[in-house]
Protein backbone atom coordinates (compact mmCIF):
# COMPACT_ATOMS: atom_id res chain seq x y z
CA UNK A 1 0.00 0.00 0.00
CA UNK A 2 0.90 3.65 -0.22
CA UNK A 3 1.36 4.13 3.81
CA UNK A 4 1.86 1.88 6.75
CA UNK A 5 -1.47 0.48 7.50
CA UNK A 6 -2.37 -0.20 11.00
CA UNK A 7 -6.00 -1.78 12.42
CA UNK A 8 -7.97 -1.20 14.33
CA UNK A 9 -7.90 2.39 14.74
CA UNK A 10 -9.36 1.75 17.95
CA UNK A 11 -10.39 -0.83 20.36
CA UNK A 12 -12.27 -0.77 23.49
CA UNK A 13 -11.45 -4.16 25.35
CA UNK A 14 -12.46 -4.97 29.01
CA UNK A 15 -9.73 -6.26 31.64
CA UNK A 16 -7.89 -9.53 31.15
CA UNK A 17 -9.46 -9.92 27.29
CA UNK A 18 -6.65 -10.68 24.99
CA UNK A 19 -6.53 -8.01 21.83
CA UNK A 20 -4.42 -8.08 18.63
CA UNK A 21 -3.29 -5.54 16.92
CA UNK A 22 -2.57 -5.71 12.89
CA UNK A 23 0.01 -3.54 11.08
CA UNK A 24 0.65 -3.94 7.25
CA UNK A 25 3.90 -2.02 6.12
CA UNK A 26 5.00 -0.04 3.15
CA UNK A 27 5.89 -2.72 0.34
CA UNK A 28 9.17 -3.53 -0.06
CA UNK A 29 10.04 -2.45 3.66
CA UNK A 30 12.09 -4.89 5.41
CA UNK A 31 12.17 -3.09 8.59
CA UNK A 32 9.01 -3.26 11.27
CA UNK A 33 9.04 -1.35 14.42
CA UNK A 34 6.18 -1.23 17.00
CA UNK A 35 6.18 1.84 19.66
CA UNK A 36 4.07 2.49 22.67
CA UNK A 37 2.62 6.06 23.47
CA UNK A 38 1.13 6.83 26.30
CA UNK A 39 -0.49 9.85 27.20
CA UNK A 40 1.82 12.46 27.86
CA UNK A 41 4.68 10.17 26.93
CA UNK A 42 7.14 9.82 24.39
CA UNK A 43 7.15 6.41 22.08
CA UNK A 44 8.57 3.63 24.08
CA UNK A 45 10.26 1.12 22.21
CA UNK A 46 8.56 -2.63 22.02
CA UNK A 47 10.64 -4.47 19.32
CA UNK A 48 11.78 -4.34 16.40
CA UNK A 49 11.65 -7.04 12.96
CA UNK A 50 14.17 -7.09 10.44
CA UNK A 51 12.73 -9.61 7.84
CA UNK A 52 10.82 -11.96 9.88
CA UNK A 53 13.24 -12.23 12.77
CA UNK A 54 12.79 -9.73 16.03
CA UNK A 55 16.94 -9.12 16.57
CA UNK A 56 15.83 -7.33 19.73
CA UNK A 57 13.10 -7.46 21.67
CA UNK A 58 13.62 -6.55 25.44
CA UNK A 59 11.47 -3.33 24.66
CA UNK A 60 8.21 -5.57 25.28
CA UNK A 61 6.94 -4.63 28.52
CA UNK A 62 6.16 -8.46 29.84
CA UNK A 63 5.26 -11.63 29.03
CA UNK A 64 1.90 -10.85 27.95
CA UNK A 65 3.33 -8.83 25.07
CA UNK A 66 4.50 -10.97 21.68
CA UNK A 67 4.33 -10.58 18.25
CA UNK A 68 5.29 -11.68 14.91
CA UNK A 69 5.56 -11.18 11.58
CA UNK A 70 4.98 -13.61 8.84
CA UNK A 71 6.24 -13.49 4.92
CA UNK A 72 8.80 -10.22 5.99
CA UNK A 73 5.49 -8.49 5.53
CA UNK A 74 2.54 -7.87 7.82
CA UNK A 75 3.01 -8.19 11.61
CA UNK A 76 0.52 -8.81 14.43
CA UNK A 77 0.89 -7.57 18.31
CA UNK A 78 -0.84 -9.61 20.45
CA UNK A 79 -1.32 -8.27 24.00
CA UNK A 80 -2.92 -11.23 26.87
CA UNK A 81 -4.61 -10.28 29.57
CA UNK A 82 -4.83 -7.16 29.22
CA UNK A 83 -4.26 -4.62 32.22
CA UNK A 84 -5.45 -0.97 32.09
CA UNK A 85 -1.92 0.13 32.21
CA UNK A 86 -1.56 -1.35 28.27
CA UNK A 87 -4.20 1.91 27.22
CA UNK A 88 -1.63 3.52 25.23
CA UNK A 89 -1.59 4.33 21.58
CA UNK A 90 0.35 1.68 19.34
CA UNK A 91 2.46 2.98 16.97
CA UNK A 92 3.80 0.68 13.84
CA UNK A 93 6.64 1.80 11.27
CA UNK A 94 8.55 0.81 8.96
CA UNK A 95 11.81 1.25 6.94
CA UNK A 96 13.37 0.48 3.90
CA UNK A 97 16.67 0.20 5.22
CA UNK A 98 18.73 -2.62 4.83
CA UNK A 99 22.27 -1.86 6.10
CA UNK A 100 22.00 1.44 8.43
CA UNK A 101 19.01 3.37 9.97
CA UNK A 102 16.69 5.15 7.75
CA UNK A 103 13.74 7.17 8.22
CA UNK A 104 10.43 5.53 9.67
CA UNK A 105 7.13 5.81 8.15
CA UNK A 106 4.89 5.58 10.48
CA UNK A 107 1.16 4.48 10.75
CA UNK A 108 -1.57 6.69 12.49
CA UNK A 109 -1.49 4.19 14.97
CA UNK A 110 -4.38 1.84 17.53
CA UNK A 111 -5.67 3.43 20.42
CA UNK A 112 -6.18 0.78 23.02
CA UNK A 113 -8.72 1.38 26.37
CA UNK A 114 -8.58 -1.04 29.14
CA UNK A 115 -12.08 -0.85 30.98
CA UNK B 1 22.39 2.21 28.56
CA UNK B 2 21.19 3.89 25.48
CA UNK B 3 18.81 7.02 25.77
CA UNK B 4 17.61 10.37 24.85
CA UNK B 5 16.83 13.47 26.54
CA UNK B 6 14.63 16.51 25.94
CA UNK B 7 14.93 18.46 28.64
CA UNK B 8 11.59 20.92 27.71
CA UNK B 9 8.55 19.22 28.03
CA UNK B 10 6.98 21.95 26.75
CA UNK B 11 7.97 25.57 24.75
CA UNK B 12 5.86 28.46 23.72
CA UNK B 13 7.45 31.15 21.35
CA UNK B 14 5.68 33.53 19.67
CA UNK B 15 5.09 33.45 15.83
CA UNK B 16 7.91 34.98 13.75
CA UNK B 17 10.50 34.69 16.53
CA UNK B 18 13.40 32.04 16.73
CA UNK B 19 12.98 28.29 17.84
CA UNK B 20 15.70 25.97 19.82
CA UNK B 21 14.25 22.42 20.90
CA UNK B 22 17.40 20.81 22.59
CA UNK B 23 18.47 17.31 22.45
CA UNK B 24 20.91 15.30 23.79
CA UNK B 25 21.38 11.70 23.65
CA UNK B 26 23.66 9.32 25.25
CA UNK B 27 25.67 6.22 23.12
CA UNK B 28 28.85 5.11 22.56
CA UNK B 29 28.95 5.16 19.49
CA UNK B 30 28.47 7.54 15.97
CA UNK B 31 25.17 7.88 16.30
CA UNK B 32 22.50 7.95 13.44
CA UNK B 33 20.21 11.35 14.82
CA UNK B 34 16.81 11.73 13.86
CA UNK B 35 14.20 14.48 14.41
CA UNK B 36 10.79 13.99 13.85
CA UNK B 37 7.09 15.74 13.88
CA UNK B 38 3.67 14.96 15.45
CA UNK B 39 1.22 17.36 14.53
CA UNK B 40 -2.53 17.10 16.07
CA UNK B 41 -4.10 14.09 14.40
CA UNK B 42 -1.25 13.57 12.33
CA UNK B 43 1.59 10.57 12.28
CA UNK B 44 4.80 11.13 12.87
CA UNK B 45 7.00 12.78 9.72
CA UNK B 46 10.66 13.01 9.55
CA UNK B 47 12.21 16.31 9.74
CA UNK B 48 15.39 15.56 9.33
CA UNK B 49 18.48 13.21 9.82
CA UNK B 50 21.90 13.14 10.28
CA UNK B 51 24.49 10.39 9.62
CA UNK B 52 27.83 11.65 9.06
CA UNK B 53 29.61 14.64 7.16
CA UNK B 54 28.52 17.90 7.71
CA UNK B 55 26.86 18.69 11.41
CA UNK B 56 24.73 20.78 10.25
CA UNK B 57 21.67 19.35 8.97
CA UNK B 58 18.78 20.97 6.66
CA UNK B 59 15.10 19.59 6.57
CA UNK B 60 11.90 20.06 6.02
CA UNK B 61 10.26 23.04 7.02
CA UNK B 62 12.43 25.11 7.11
CA UNK B 63 14.33 23.22 10.28
CA UNK B 64 17.95 22.77 10.94
CA UNK B 65 19.84 20.70 13.54
CA UNK B 66 23.46 21.13 14.37
CA UNK B 67 25.13 17.73 15.57
CA UNK B 68 27.59 18.67 18.55
CA UNK B 69 29.85 15.22 19.20
CA UNK B 70 31.75 17.20 22.42
CA UNK B 71 27.92 17.67 23.73
CA UNK B 72 26.30 14.97 22.78
CA UNK B 73 23.81 16.98 21.72
CA UNK B 74 21.62 17.56 18.26
CA UNK B 75 19.62 20.64 18.98
CA UNK B 76 16.68 21.80 16.77
CA UNK B 77 16.59 25.37 15.13
CA UNK B 78 14.46 27.45 13.01
CA UNK B 79 14.79 31.37 12.63
CA UNK B 80 11.20 32.35 11.73
CA UNK B 81 8.23 30.38 13.50
CA UNK B 82 5.04 29.91 12.06
CA UNK B 83 1.48 29.07 13.66
CA UNK B 84 1.38 26.21 11.54
CA UNK B 85 4.72 24.63 13.59
CA UNK B 86 2.60 23.93 16.56
CA UNK B 87 3.23 20.27 17.17
CA UNK B 88 4.95 18.02 19.40
CA UNK B 89 8.77 17.41 18.08
CA UNK B 90 10.58 14.38 19.08
CA UNK B 91 14.52 13.58 18.76
CA UNK B 92 15.26 10.23 18.08
CA UNK B 93 18.81 8.18 17.87
CA UNK B 94 19.44 4.85 15.76
CA UNK B 95 21.72 2.48 17.67
CA UNK B 96 23.00 -0.93 17.29
CA UNK B 97 24.42 -2.55 14.53
CA UNK B 98 23.18 -0.63 11.51
CA UNK B 99 21.48 1.65 13.90
CA UNK B 100 18.18 0.14 13.14
CA UNK B 101 16.94 -0.13 17.18
CA UNK B 102 15.44 4.04 17.01
CA UNK B 103 15.23 5.17 20.61
CA UNK B 104 13.03 8.32 21.01
CA UNK B 105 13.05 11.17 23.40
CA UNK B 106 9.69 12.05 25.40
CA UNK B 107 9.47 14.86 23.52
CA UNK B 108 9.02 18.83 23.76
CA UNK B 109 5.35 20.29 22.72
CA UNK B 110 5.57 23.64 20.92
CA UNK B 111 3.05 26.03 21.54
CA UNK B 112 3.01 29.15 19.08
CA UNK B 113 1.44 32.48 20.28
CA UNK B 114 0.41 34.93 17.56
Known amino acids: GAGVSQSPSNKVTEKGKDVELRCDPI?????LYWYRQSLGQGLEFLIYFQGNSAPDKSGLPSDRFSAERTGGSVSTLTIQRTQQEDSAVYLC?????????????FGEGSRLTVL | AQSVTQPDIHITVSEGASLELRCNYSYGATPYLFWYVQSPGQGLQLLLK??????LVQGIKGFEAEFKRSQSSFNLRKPSVHWSDAAEYFCAVGVGTGGFKTIFGAGTRLFVKA
Open chain 2, 50 to 55: YFSGDT
Open chain 1, 27 to 31: SGHTA
Open chain 1, 93 to 105: ASSLAVVSAGELF
